[in-house]
């Protein structure tokens, strides 16, 4: 206990307050793989929502490690889970229960190894403890719960995800940050009458269905992993060009899809044939109908999720809904493909992504001004910052705004007029060239 008490007191100190250990994480362990195993529990259609107590659910991880630099710690973040127990075994010996020590104000958890780990080690540690689904009132972050009403008055529950950009620590204990992808896993246990949609497609349904598996992921950050749970039903369809999507909401909202559905298709099969150059490592796009959003919509590849107002709403907002899909599309490049290694670099995601949008909506509707040349011209003269190196977890939690978008989208934009047909903007103009 040696080390773990040396670092009680570190952290019993003032020196806890510093932004760079609230944030950043030990380069020692790389994650290869996790194996993730999560109870949900939600109500039955219809009924009341249950004490609080009940929305604590078990759940269980196999991180599979290669070890970079010598060291006695397995530094993991977690924010509301609380450790039953843990068992390491590195191909010759096991560990039961390595001491553990949780650092609350810096959302981290901090193993103690019996032993020094060596450099090209590999090991894996296996974790059973309990999380928190969160109600949507806890800002709708973590796996969270939210509601519908169907056209007969009827309440329906979700539980879904929203970990975009600290919050996959809130469901499982890992390397929540962007420089570290690993291969995803995921098993879920829901009640019956539910369905389980995720990045991966489902491969094993168990247990009275009430178990499902889902194929593993390409390698993503933790922030792109995505599942949830609910009753909605469903349209698989295929794009003209061969890509399997699907919509997932309520009946009434999908009879009258169809110019979604073929818009979603179509920018499908634009991006997919403009960004060759980078294979979409996804076999499949669903969006998904969420009772409420943190942000309005997210990114997740395989599984798109959107709030009410965003997903289909062709009535009063025909701009807003096709530029969210394809806001939404452009991240599987920009963001999911290739991912800035922290937070401060935002812009080259959501400015290049704004920059491609507004191009790729302008060529669509040449007379399209709303939500394009106008929110550049605002957010030009404000005061924000297009780079912002986040110092705190509040901070990475609040990274990114429309101003930092608009602004950098117009700094692409006026780069590229500058340069012309340049060669050496080699991001936006070996691109560019192709929309
Ligand atoms: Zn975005």
Request: hydrophobic residues 40%; proline residues 5%.
């Amino acid at each position: 206990m040696l080390i773990l008490g040396a670092l009680l007191l570190l952290f019993s100190t003032a020196f806890a307050a510093q932004g760079a250990l609230e944030i950043s994480l030990p380069k020692s362990l790389y994650a290869t793989k996790y194996d993730l195993t999560v109870n949900v529990f939600l109500p039955p259609v219809g009924a009341q929502i249950p004490d609080e107590d009940a929305f604590r659910q078990k759940a269980s991880v196999l991180i599979d490690f290669t070890v970079k630099e010598p060291t006695r710690l397995i530094v993991l973040n977690a924010d509301g889970i609380t450790v039953k127990q843990n068992f390491l075994w590195n191909g010759r010996s096991n560990y039961s229960n390595l001491p553990v020590v949780e650092v609350k104000s810096v959302q981290k958890l901090y193993f103690e190894v019996p032993y020094i780990l060596a450099v090209g080690e590999t090991l894996q540690f296996y974790i059973e403890y309990t999380y928190k689904i969160r109600s949507v009132d806890d800002e709708a972050l973590g796996l969270y719960r939210s509601t519908w009403v169907d056209e007969n008055k009827v309440t329906h529950h979700i539980a879904s995800t929203q970990f975009k950009t600290i919050h996959a620590r809130k469901v499982v204990p890992c390397l929540d940050d962007p420089t570290f992808r690993s291969v995803w896993s995921l098993t879920v246990h829901a009640p019956k009458g539910y369905r389980v949609d995720a990045n991966t497609q489902e491969y094993q349904t168990t247990n009275n269905a009430q178990t499902h598996r889902f194929f593993k992921t390409p390698s993503i950050p933790s922030y792109l992993l995505a599942f949830a749970v609910h009753d909605q039903a469903y349209i698989r369809t295929v794009s003209p060009g061969g890509f399997k999507n699907g919509f997932i909401g309520p009946h009434e909202k999908l009879r009258n899809c169809t110019a979604w559905f073929a818009f979603t298709g179509q920018m499908i099969d634009t991006l997919v044939d403009k960004f060759k150059v980078v294979k979409l490592p996804f076999d499949k796009m669903d969006f998904i109908h969420i009772g409420r959003m943190y942000k309005g919509a997210m990114e997740n590849p395989g599984l798109i999720t959107l709030e009410p107002s965003k997903f289909c709403n062709y009535d009063n907002q025909i701009v807003l809904s096709e530029l969210i899909v394809t806001h939404e599309m452009l991240h599987q490049w920009f963001g999911n493909s290739v991912t800035p290694n922290g937070w401060e670099n935002i812009i080259m995601s959501e400015g290049l992504v704004t920059y491609y949008q507004i191009r790729l909506l302008l060529k669509r509707n040449p007379n399209l001004t709303l939500l394009t040349t106008p929110s550049m011209v605002i957010a030009l003269p404000s005061n924000t910052s297009i780079y912002t190196q986040p110092t705190s977890i509040n901070e990475v939690m609040n990274v990114g705004n429309d101003a930092q978008y608009f602004k950098s989208a117009a700094i692409f934009h006026m780069m590229e007029r500058m340069m012309g047909p340049a060669k050496r903007l080699y991001n936006v103009q070996r691109v560019s060239e192709n929309i």
